[in-house]
């Protein structure tokens, strides 16, 4: 008998965390290596944030709380969503987990059976695929590439879907490609599942607050009502809040689903910390202006970082919408030879050997389901992307 499971075989472990412990590996070894693999803020959390968090400690809100979500988390998250997407629901509708992460999988867990089909866009999230395998179903992707700014078109949409489809995964801003979507080119995308009332709609919300320049964001249900009885709109404080680590995603969506992640949640891990859901009531109940800064912060990175990308040799990199990601076209590097001799045949031997002769270590876009592309994380100071930039312009002004 196997002592590792079937389940196990399905998935592989997340290549960005794998890149990102090879550069501390790396960093730790004495090497001089400029990380721009992990997807989290640079900056701590805000004070007000932890000033809460340790309220909660020093009153003793220490112990066991609701499985999915205190009363006072609940109510913020529908004020936030009445707020900021004009979407009304009640805490019976919402529920809290450890992440946006679990969130979305105890969705995925809670609905699929083995056959069912989860159209993902590509290149996507690394995780969507793997949970949905992990939850039994069948990833379908469907790539939309650089020529429609890596978003999915309607006609793409719609030949995906299938008698067998329940679920469309959106996610926008986009990880890893940053482009978000328009109202008008969502709202093309939710006509199509209009005429489809089987599929469900997943939207992962986590990147609404990096939106640059005049971009406003946009989810499903609020773009087309007709849809919010099938869809499931998630968020979480990780990314707007920099609280990575605190471990706090919500999502809001019928009663019958969100019973069900419920219970999903129950036999797994209970509630998510107490003392994080604290810092989360505050999060999303105190002061919002710093969501501003941040934006004008990470807009100057992002602009910083095209601009020098584009200089390099043979590789393309188009302006996205939102979070911290580019995600470049590296089509002229391939072919091409390092000066140590290593033939760059695709995008994970060009970042391996990026991060073995320049010290800059990137994500290779095969793990996110398009090739040949590389994805920074532009969540870090300006004179450290000018120099990793500067490294990449010279790794690839090289190539033979
Ligand atoms: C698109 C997307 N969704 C969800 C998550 C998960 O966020 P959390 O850290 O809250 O689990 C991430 C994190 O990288 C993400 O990029």
């Known amino acids: 008998m196997a ?10 472990p997340s290549p960005t965390i794998a890149v990102t412990n090879k550069a501390r590996e790396l960093a730790a070894a004495g090497r001089d290596i400029i990380g721009l693999g992990a997807g989290e803020p640079d900056f701590d959390t805000p004070q007000n944030i932890k000033d809460a968090a340790k309220r ?15 009363p006072e988390l ?16 009640t805490p019976a509708q919402v529920t809290v987990g450890t992440g946006g992460k679990q969130i979305l999988y105890n969705a995925l867990m809670a609905t699929l059976n083995p056959g069912d089909e989860v159209i993902i866009p590509a290149p996507y999230w690394v995780s969507y695929p793997d949970m ?18 890596f978003k999915l078109t309607p006609a793409q949409l719609e030949a995906a879907i299938t008698p067998r489809t329940k679920w469309f995964i959106f996610n ?8 978000g979507y328009t109202r008008d080119e969502l709202k093309a995308l939710t006509d199509v599942l209009m005429r489809h009332p089987h599929v469900w709609i997943m939207s992962d919300d986590m ?3 990096l939106v640059f320049d005049d971009f406003k964001f946009c989810t499903p249900a609020e773009i087309e009502p007709g849809l919010y009885d099938r869809t499931l709109t998630c968020n979480g ?8 680590g605190w471990r706090i995603g919500y999502a809001a969506g019928p009663v019958a689903l969100i019973k069900a992640m419920g219970t999903i949640q129950s036999q797994s891990t209970s509630n998510p910390s107490s003392v994080a859901q604290y810092a989360a ?15 004008t912060l990470f807009q100057r990175r992002r602009d910083l970082v095209v601009s020098m990308l584009n200089k390099a040799p043979g590789i393309t990199c188009p302006t996205p919408e939102g979070a911290f990601y580019v995600y470049p076209d590296i089509s002229g590097c391939i072919g091409r030879a390092t000066p140590s001799g290593t033939i760059i045949t695709n995008d994970e031997v060009f970042a391996e050997a990026l991060l073995e002769e320049t010290g800059v270590a990137v994500v290779f876009g095969a793990a996110f389901g398009l090739s040949p592309n590389f994805r920074v994380s532009y969540a870090t100071s300006d004179a450290v992307l000018a120099e990793a930039c500067t490294r990449i312009q010279k790794f690839c002004a090289a190539l033979v």
């Open 3 to 12: 002592f590792l499971s079937d389940t196990l075989a399905r998935v592989k």
């Open 56 to 70: 909660a400690i020093d009153a003793g809100k220490t112990k066991y709380t609701a499985v999915d979500g205190i």
């Open 74 to 89: 609940k109510a913020a998250i529908c004020a936030k969503f009445l707020r900021e997407n004009g979407l009304t629901y």
């Open 132 to 149: 949905v395998l992990l939850a039994g179903g069948t990833p379908v992707p469907v790539v939309a590439g650089i020529d429609t700014q």
């Open 172 to 179: 926008s801003p986009s990880n890893p490609t940053g482009a």
């Open 207 to 209: 990147y609404e607050h």
């Open 237 to 244: 404080v990780s990314k707007a809040y920099a609280m990575t």
């Open 281 to 295: 009531v505050e999060a999303l109940t105190g002061p919002q202006d710093f969501l501003a800064e941040n934006r």
